[in-house]
């Protein structure tokens, strides 16, 4: 029996290079799919080198797109590739639009027109329940985006559906609630945290500069959610689902969790920056996974401490070893470094 194939776009983030790890685990061909740019970043899969095959291509040209679904033929697509950062998206919208929501209509019309049975996971996101009408959101919730990016994410989300119930195409979209790892980007306030109570810790610092305290999320662990997307592409129906802890927890429990792992109090060291406050605040999101536990028999097994901790560990662990290589430069003992470890690496 042939091994299965999938291609995933966005392999080279968080969530592309969990679902990577996972599907060689379970046998699959992976492929991934990454823009060309001057300055490609195979940190987070640079372990995996040598056992998936990359292509280059762009949710911005569908010419691309049907290229490389002709040469791979893949049975199944990941499409986890976006403008993802909320406060970019305010600073560059059209932009935002044209990968994050357009491209989802380029991709899913590629897999159209080559293979039309190969199964379809959209990244959908908890930012579209933005100004949340319910508590919990589940699958019903109605959507209230309150930036760019969760706008043009519930264009991706509803073109999803409409190609689904259009053309029979085996399309999902998992509305994945907050998911973090030691791989986030530093951009996001969860790695924010973390790497910035490492740094005062470690003496490289003196202040963490945040925004809104109060905004609460459902903070889960990435590795479990990729498992998610790949019981949906399983099921014997497409459909929709909500992946989340159901807990909620603030940026201030956040700090408290994340400084106490390293024995500091955080109001020490916090401050409100009006500048990382968004022009529309998403206050409270906590999703109800009910459907996901009861279809796909899915649950979350890293809770929010143990998160947090993890990425903190991770932080200091990093720091150290740049310290480390500091240190040998200056002592002239550089050859006793890991080869290659230049530098604080963007993921760990």
């Not at 797109?65 to 403008?83: C, K, M, S, T």
């Not at 699958?139 to 760019?148: A, G, I, M, V």
């Not at 996001?188 to 790497?195: G, Q």
């Not at 401050?271 to 999101?285: H, I, S, Y």
């Amino acid at each position: 029996m042939s091994k299965k194939k999938a291609l995933i776009t966005g392999i080279t983030g968080q969530d592309g290079s969990y679902l990577a790890e996972f599907l060689l685990e379970k046998g699959y061909d992976v492929v991934g799919m990454v823009r060309r740019t001057s300055t490609i970043n195979f940190d987070r899969i640079e372990h995996l080198q040598g056992r998936i095959s990359i292509v280059q291509g762009d949710l911005l040209d569908e010419v691309s797109l049907i290229g490389i679904l002709r040469e791979q033929q893949p049975d199944e697509v990941y499409n986890l590739a976006a403008q993802s950062f909320v406060p970019t998206s305010w600073r560059q919208p059209v932009l935002t639009g044209e990968c994050t929501a357009l491209g989802v209509t380029r991709i899913l019309d590629a897999i159209r027109t080559v293979n039309p049975a190969a199964k379809f996971y959209q990244a959908s996101s908890s930012e579209m329940f933005g100004k949340v009408r319910e508590i919990p959101q589940n699958e019903n919730t109605p959507f209230y985006p309150r930036s760019p990016y969760g706008v043009a994410k519930v264009y991706g989300h509803w073109i999803t559906v409409n190609y689904r119930e259009s053309y029979g195409m085996f399309a999902c979209s998992g509305i994945l609630f907050n998911h973090e790892s030691p791989r986030r980007g530093h951009e996001f306030v969860t790695h924010k945290v973390t790497l910035g109570a490492a740094r005062i810790k470690m003496g490289l610092a003196k202040e963490l500069r945040l925004g809104n305290l109060d905004a609460k999320r459902d903070w889960g662990y990435a590795g479990d959610y990729v498992k998610a997307m790949w019981l949906m592409l399983q099921q014997p129906q497409p459909d929709d689902y909500v992946i989340a802890t159901g807990e909620t927890h603030s940026v201030r429990e956040l700090c408290e969790v994340a400084f106490g792992c390293l024995g500091l109090d955080w109001e020490e060291y916090v401050v409100v920056d009006p500048q990382f406050l968004r022009p529309a605040e998403v206050e409270q999101l906590v999703g109800d996974a009910s459907k996901a536990r009861r279809v796909l028999g899915w649950r979350p097994e890293v809770g929010f401490r143990q998160l947090i901790e993890m990425m903190v560990e991770a932080d200091m662990e990093a720091l150290q070893r740049t310290k480390y290589m500091d240190e040998g430069v200056a002592n002239g003992i550089v050859h006793r470094v890991v080869p290659g470890l230049t530098r604080l690496p963007r993921d760990y």
